[in-house]
DNA sequence: TTGAGTATACTTGTCAGACAATTTGAATGT
DNA sequence: ACATTCAAATTGTCTGACAAGTATACTCAA
């Protein structure tokens, strides 16, 4: 039997080194991303570098215009309320039809425990926890293309909380409690009230986020 | 004051007459898109070609692996479901929120007008109103993430569409009706009873396609 | 005749180098 | 101080090329 072999091309590693870049915080808006420097640094030509730079524009991370240099996406309050109000959308219905269902995820169920487990070693261990809470919500949707959309959401939300360092925002047995609230309407059916404990989670998340980032 | 005007890189313009092609059907999944073949046609050099293909690849209406040609993406019975259940999720939220507000879209009304409308001139006018109506609706949600995600998912829609011809699939009275139902609940601030009928609205256009399309 | 292996053509991945077009900021002159 | 011009930096696009992989046709042996 043959084992599945992963073979990258040298645009898909150059844009996933980058995208972990950004995502970590390593490359703010601060600096230009110019495809010189990106072909260098990693060492190769720059048609290269400018596919994996298109690549990332594509996922809303960079943002540029004609003959100006990339620049990683900066996220004020506007577009912080844009994500966090797409992500209600979402994940409000998922919550729906889950609890006409009486599906719990089991995802979400293990990630919301870690949430408890992590928030003795530090605020930003918080962060995963809290994100696989919410896609494991989507992911038991069973929908490829939801789930596509949003991912590409929570790429923006990760980009947001690193840009604030996601310190002293969140409160790990407050989210944990809510989240536990959720899961517990799903189970009892109560789409009505998922959806609503859902919405004021993410509005005082939004509101938390966009006040951090409204210098 | 200065004119907005709008100049298009050469990608640019060869994606979107790229597109224009997938999407009357002028280019089918029968044909492979190589790119030499787009470079020739265009009067463009490869890279540029290429460029303009990988950017159809990420909007999901070509589908390729490595070292091997593109193709116009093939949108069996499982993709259409997928993707009206998609549809379904963004829509009825959206509605129950419109319907919350009662606020009913006009870009909605008078699309749904032009259905009764284009009855008589034959059924493939019909599909554009009946995007245009979905479209309105989604759009009224203000959200500029959700737009986007909506748009994506038309043009697979829309694809499917072609690829049936969509003659005869679609009754424009009927049509029309559900729509006017919909409207109505939203008017009346009936958020459950508008995304029930959505959810049959786009139920039964969903089987139709699927079945049209599982051959 | 059939099957396996090889050889060949086609296509994509990547690179190097170059020039045009545009933006941007600084130097210049009034 | 302001407007203009110039130069540097950056991107858009092209040509040409080679490597690498895929798919098809072909040859030769059983």
Same mark, same amino acid.
Not at 67 to 94: F, W
């Given at each position: 039997?043959? *084992?599945?072999?992963?073979? %990258?091309?040298?645009?898909?590693?150059?844009?996933?080194?980058?995208?972990?870049?950004?995502?970590?915080?390593?490359?703010?808006?601060?600096?230009?991303?110019? /495809?010189?420097?990106?072909?260098?640094?990693?060492?190769?030509?720059?048609?290269?570098? %400018?596919?994996?730079?298109?690549?990332?524009?594509?996922?809303?991370?960079?943002?540029?215009?004609?003959?100006?240099?990339?620049?990683?996406? $900066?996220?004020?309050?506007?577009?912080?309320?844009?994500?966090?109000?797409?992500?209600?959308?979402?994940?409000?219905?998922?919550?729906?039809?889950?609890?006409?269902? *009486?599906?719990?995820?089991?995802?979400?169920? $293990?990630?919301?425990?870690?949430?408890?487990?992590?928030?003795?070693?530090?605020?930003?261990?918080?962060?995963?926890?809290?994100?696989?809470?919410?896609?494991?919500?989507?992911?038991?949707?069973?929908?490829?293309?939801?789930?596509?959309?949003?991912?590409?959401?929570?790429? /923006?939300?990760?980009?947001?909380?690193?840009?604030?360092?996601?310190?002293?925002?969140?409160?790990? /047995?407050?989210?944990?409690?809510?989240?536990?609230?959720?899961?517990?309407?799903?189970?009892?059916?109560?789409?009505?009230?998922?959806?609503?404990?859902?919405? $004021?989670?993410?509005?005082?998340? *939004? /509101?938390?986020?966009?006040?951090?980032?409204?210098?």
């Amino acid at each position: 039997m043959t *084992r599945p072999i992963a073979t %990258k091309t040298v645009v898909d590693a150059v844009t996933d080194d980058l995208r972990g870049r950004i995502l970590t915080g390593s490359l703010t808006s601060a600096e230009a991303v110019t /495809e010189l420097e990106i072909a260098t640094t990693y060492g190769v030509a720059r048609p290269t570098a %400018k596919a994996a730079i298109e690549k990332l524009v594509g996922e809303n991370l960079l943002v540029r215009g004609t003959h100006k240099s990339a620049r990683v996406a $900066r996220l004020g309050p506007d577009s912080v309320r844009d994500i966090y109000l797409a992500r209600a959308y979402l994940e409000s219905e998922i919550l729906r039809r889950l609890a006409t269902s *009486r599906a719990v995820p089991e995802d979400a169920v $293990r990630a919301n425990a870690d949430i408890l487990a992590a928030a003795s070693s530090g605020d930003l261990a918080l962060v995963e926890p809290d994100l696989r809470f919410h896609t494991g919500l989507v992911e038991a949707a069973g929908n490829e293309r939801i789930a596509r959309m949003y991912s590409s959401l929570m790429s /923006e939300v990760r980009l947001c909380m690193t840009r604030v360092q996601s310190l002293h925002l969140l409160n790990s /047995e407050s989210i944990h409690a809510e989240h536990s609230l959720i899961l517990d309407a799903v189970a009892a059916g109560d789409a009505e009230g998922a959806a609503r404990i859902l919405d $004021r989670h993410l509005a005082t998340a *939004r /509101e938390r986020l966009a006040e951090a980032l409204g210098e």
